[in-house]
């Protein structure tokens, strides 16, 4: 059976705490290496950070502390995910992390104009999603990031239609068996999106596990 949506603590994960804080394994394995890659970006940002499928909550509030000159907005489809955000948000006691907003890239997406972006995360979502997602994901990076701001995504990607590595290639076979529009994405067809949107790929970095952090910039 096809699976709608991806969701923590459930099938086998770790249950939520009493607070509804969830916890995801490879965020440990992650989030140092995807700050080394962004800090610099995120060092010369200015204004506010838009999250979108933040999941647990815990990148955002880990990177909202080493940036208290930025101000965070998390996002989540999932109602779940959203009550772990704001329980790791209140738990932090840190004042530049808003509470959770309910952000589809199913459909276009609007944000608020009096809230100029500098930067838009986007860690693990477009493969675990239909191909719709990027291409909303772009259309609104386009639309409502500020000239000069990025979009910082990570995750796994094919080059020129080929896998990287085996362990990407039966990754992408396991997530189209979940659901036959999900997949690793060919990072040209993202680049091809993005320059549609007037963003052009600015920076490539390879992660371990062979993913990759991209950073978008926003002509
Ligand atoms: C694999 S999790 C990654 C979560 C987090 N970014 C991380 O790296 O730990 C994918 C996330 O994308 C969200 N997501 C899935 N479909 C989405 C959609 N259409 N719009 C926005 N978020 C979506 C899920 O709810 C989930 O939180």
């Given at each position: 059976m096809r699976e709608?949506?991806?969701?923590?603590?459930?099938n086998g994960s770790t249950p939520a705490d009493a607070d509804g804080r969830l916890d995801a394994p490879a965020f440990h394995r992650n989030a140092e290496p995807i700050w080394q890659a962004m800090r610099d970006t995120l060092a010369r940002t200015s204004g506010s950070v838009l999250e979108i499928g933040s999941g647990t909550g815990q990148h955002i509030v880990t990177y909202a502390a080493r940036c208290p000159h930025l101000t965070f907005w998390p996002s989540d489809i999932?109602?779940?995910?959203?009550?772990?955000?704001?329980a790791y948000?209140?738990?932090s006691g840190l004042t530049n992390v808003r509470p959770p907003v309910g952000i589809d890239l199913?459909?276009?997406?609007?944000w608020h104009d009096e809230?100029?972006?500098?930067?838009?995360?986007?860690?693990?979502?477009?493969?675990?999603a239909p191909w719709a997602v990027a291409q909303n994901l772009m259309r609104g990076a386009g639309r409502h990031l500020k000239t000069g701001g990025h979009l910082l995504m990570y995750g796994p990607y094919k080059r020129a239609g080929a896998h990287t590595a085996p362990s990407n290639e039966a990754f992408d076979t396991s997530l189209r068996g979940r659901n036959p529009e999900w997949?690793?994405?060919d990072l040209e067809s993202v680049a091809d999106i993005a320059a549609q949107n007037d963003l052009a790929l600015v920076?490539?970095?390879?992660?371990?596990?062979?993913?990759?952090?991209?950073?978008?910039?926003r002509r």
């Open positions: 709608a949506q991806f969701e923590f603590g459930r999932m109602e779940s995910h959203r009550a772990s955000i704001e948000r209140l738990a199913m459909n276009e997406w609007y809230i100029p972006l500098g930067a838009i995360l986007c860690f693990n979502v477009i493969h675990i997949g690793v994405r920076k490539t970095v390879e992660m371990p596990a062979n993913n990759l952090v991209l950073a978008f910039e």
